[in-house]
C-alpha cells in the first residue's frame, strides 16, 4: 500500500492503522529488550557514522549491525547451565542475512587468510537456545575476520570456558561481545569488510542471594599467538566502551554503573581454575 492510498482511507481506519504500526514498535521493543541485560548496546555519539548500527533480533542473541563496516559491532545472549552433551551438526556453510543492507557471502572470505568468526558462538546457543537458534548463528551478520589463532585458539578458549566453568560458577551469565576498530581502516582483500584489530567480550553475572551484579571483561587482539593466559586479556568494561564508543550497561543507575565498569575482579570468576585452559578442539 503506498502512501498516497493510505491518505485515502478513512480517518478512522487511519487512526487504527498508525495505534496498530505503535503497537507493534512497541511490542519489538520490549522483546529487544528481554534479550538484553539493563539495555541494549547504545552508540555513545549518534553523530560518528561510524558505529552506526541497526538491531538485528535472533531467537537466542540480537546483533547490532554495521552496514557500513560489515561487521556486528555487538552480539547479546544469555546463558545458563546446561547437562553436558553435544549440539546439533554445523550447516555446511554460511548464510547472506536477507535483513542487511550490503549483503556479505559465504565465499567473501574465502581464500582471505581470515576466518569467519562467530560473535554468538554456535556451540552455547545450540545448548541453550536451541536448533534455530544455532542456525542462526551461521548467518553472516552474526560473523566478523579472525585470525585462526585467535578464532581456533584464545577465542575458543573463552567460549568454552563460558559454558563449562562460569555459567557452570553462576548458573546464569549475560554475554556481550564484537570487535574493535582503530582509526586505520583495513579490508579483506579486494572487499569492503572491514578488519577488526581486536575483539571484546563482556561478561555479566546478574545478583542472586547475597551476590551482588558482577562482571568480567576480556580484550582480544588479533594477532594472537593462542596460547598465551586468559588472564592477560582482562580489562575493565570502561576501557571496551572508550574502544568501541558504546555504551553498555546504561539501564543501571549511574553509581552501580561507575563501580562495575571500573572494577577488575577475576578472582569473583575463579578465573586462575581455566587461566591456561586448553581449547576443545
Known amino acids: 500500500m503506498n502512501i498516497k492510498r493510505i491518505l485515502k482511507l478513512p480517518s478512522w481506519l487511519l487512526v487504527v492503522v498508525i495505534l496498530g504500526g505503535g503497537f507493534t514498535y512497541w511490542q519489538e521493543v520490549q522483546e529487544r529488550e528481554r534479550h538484553a541485560y539493563a539495555g541494549l548496546p547504545l552508540t555513545q555519539d549518534w553523530k560518528d557514522w561510524r558505529r552506526w548500527h541497526h538491531v538485528i533480533r535472533n531467537p537466542g542473541f540480537m546483533v547490532g ?8 559491532l555487538w552480539v547479546t545472549y544469555r546463558l545458563e547451565a546446561k547437562e553436558p552433551g553435544g549440539s546439533g551438526p ?18 567473501d572470505y574465502t581464500g582471505s587468510g581470515y576466518d569467519r568468526g562467530h560473535l554468538a558462538p554456535n556451540y552455547a546457543i545450540a545448548k541453550v537456545h536451541g536448533r534455530e537458534a544455532q542456525l542462526k548463528t551461521f548467518l553472516m551478520t552474526n560473523i566478523s575476520p579472525q585470525t585462526p589463532n585467535l578464532n581456533r585458539r584464545v577465542w575458543q578458549r573463552i567460549e568454552q570456558s563460558a559454558m563449562d566453568h562460569f555459567v557452570v ?100 570468576w575463579q578465573l586462575e581454575k581455566v587461566n591456561r585452559v586448553k581449547g576443545r578442539f
Open 169 to 268: 560458577l553462576k548458573k546464569e551469565i549475560w554475554v556481550i561481545t564484537g570487535p574493535i576498530f582503530d582509526e586505520q581502516i583495513e579490508r579483506l582483500p579486494g572487499k569492503f569488510i572491514e578488519i577488526p584489530d581486536a575483539f571484546y567480550k563482556i561478561f555479566i553475572a546478574p545478583p542472586e542471594g547475597e551476590r551482588p551484579i558482577q562482571v568480567l571483561a576480556f580484550v582480544v587482539p588479533q594477532g594472537v599467538q593462542g596460547n598465551e593466559p586468559l588472564a592477560k586479556f582482562v580489562t575493565s568494561v570502561r576501557e571496551i566502551e572508550t574502544a568501541t564508543g558504546l555504551n553498555f550497561l546504561h539501564r543501571l543507575p549511574q553509581a552501580l554503573q561507575d563501580e562495575l565498569e571500573t572494577t577488575l575482579d577475576p578472582k569473583a
Open 65 to 72: 549491525y554495521s552496514d557500513i563496516r560489515m561487521n556486528p
Open 90 to 107: 554445523r550447516p555446511s556453510g554460511f548464510d547472506e542475512d536477507w535483513r542487511s543492507l550490503t549483503r556479505v557471502k559465504h565465499s
